[in-house]
């Protein structure tokens, strides 16, 4: 364990839980905790090679981060709405023409399990205009696109897949084709809340035609430099970090290797590491000085009036309350349980990541694991961040004296 300044007293129960979660459901993890501008716990748990007991987990480890990412794509594209060449409102198609047309719903498909959804009966048999959808929806994942989508095609392959920053440029854009010319609908945009993936890759694409230049680059230009982080990338290993200062995560059968320093989205490799939805690496810390920007009265790199629309209540669909790109908090099954005020925003990411902040504490909470390592079911680390997030506080509210 490798740890800054942090009260061992006040955080015994802390350390405790992330000492239970490396036992039974991560082997990798960094826990960064701030108030007020002042980080009052920031330790390291694990080993890269869990094994072999092998490199010791470090403050300066990256961890993939996987949808986390979503927040980043969805800051940048923000920052062009700031600067007048976008609008929520503006159709998709605008931006990205051969998107448009006319598409019969469809099954959706299960990302995990693979499986065909029947539609909702309610929209069986309708059709829908893809010029109807707009970057409010894309963001607010009310576009009727589905879920997910098979863009590797990989059951047309017998070929173990390349690591992703050798996947060629026109394979990557043949790929895309899936989403841009035949975009599987399950539902006419603003009708229903589907957390969506290709919502997400379409914005990233829509951001580099926006720009004319590369999502990583821009994420850069616009995020990255202003804000001083530091260690942020797409395909870590193409960019010369070494293995021990990455997190694994699982064994993959279709690409039959462990996956270290690559995306473990198997979308999100086949588009060469790079998308709007997933692809990041990044340490603790670089989260919570992106996670600050939105907690801070002034944010470097947005508006404060986009900054407050951001995080304000745009959706509100059962136990789904949505921000643009961000989750906000709800009474029932938020994945930072209650212990966080009701105008607590955030999000999580697959490989068993979460950036939550509390605006009325002044609080950030970044957890970074690799709890895929061991396999993709999510019960444990749903569980375990509701007891996180509920420690957290814990401490937080009886030594309130610890961050005057």
Request: charged content about 25%.
């Amino acid at each position: 364990m490798i740890e800054t300044r942090s009260d061992p007293i006040r955080w015994h129960d802390t350390d405790a839980l992330m000492q239970q979660g490396l036992a039974a459901t991560f082997p990798a993890a960094v826990l960064l905790v701030r108030q007020k501008g002042k980080t009052l716990f920031h330790r390291a748990y694990g080993w890269i090679d869990p094994e072999r007991k092998q490199w010791p987990v470090e403050l300066s480890t990256l961890f993939d981060l996987a949808s986390l990412t979503k927040l980043f794509t969805a800051t940048a594209f923000m920052t062009l709405v700031d600067a007048g060449k976008v609008a929520l409102e503006t159709p998709v198609t605008k931006v990205i023409p051969e998107f448009g047309g006319i598409h019969p719903i469809q099954p959706g498909i299960d990302p995990h399990t693979k499986a065909l959804l029947p539609p909702d009966p309610e929209f069986e048999d309708k059709i829908v205009s893809a010029d109807e959808v707009t970057f409010w929806h894309l963001l607010t994942h009310t576009s009727g696109l589905a879920a997910w989508e098979d863009l590797c095609r990989r059951d047309k392959s017998a070929d173990i897949p390349p690591m992703p920053q050798r996947v060629p440029l026109a394979m990557r854009r043949h790929r895309l084709e899936a989403i841009l010319h035949s975009p599987r609908f399950v539902s006419p945009p603003g009708e229903r809340f589907l957390y969506s993936d290709l919502g997400f890759i379409l914005l990233g694409e829509a951001i580099e035609r926006l720009t004319d230049c590369s999502l990583p680059e821009y994420l850069s230009r616009a995020i990255v430099w202003p804000l001083g982080i530091e260690s942020m990338t797409y395909n870590p290993l193409g960019h010369g970090v070494p293995h021990n200062q990455i997190a694994p995560t699982e064994f993959c059968p279709w690409r039959e290797r462990r996956i270290w320093g690559e995306v473990h989205d198997e979308n999100a490799s086949c588009l060469g590491g790079v998308a709007g939805h997933a692809g990041l690496f990044a340490t603790a810390e670089d989260v919570a000085v992106f996670g600050q920007c939105f907690l801070a009265g002034e944010c470097p790199i947005l508006s404060s009036d986009l900054v407050k629309m951001m995080i304000r209540e745009q959706i509100w669909e059962g136990d789904e309350r949505r921000g643009l790109g961000w989750k906000l908090q709800t009474p029932d099954n938020s994945p930072a349980g209650r212990a966080l005020g009701p105008r607590s925003f955030g999000h999580t990411g697959f490989t068993g990541t979460s950036l939550w902040i509390d605006p009325d504490r002044e609080l950030i909470v970044v957890l970074l694991t690799n709890r895929v390592y061991y396999g993709r079911e999510g019960e444990a680390i749903t569980r375990f961040r509701i007891r996180l997030h509920d420690a957290v506080v814990a401490v937080v509210d009886h030594f309130p004296e610890a961050v005057q």
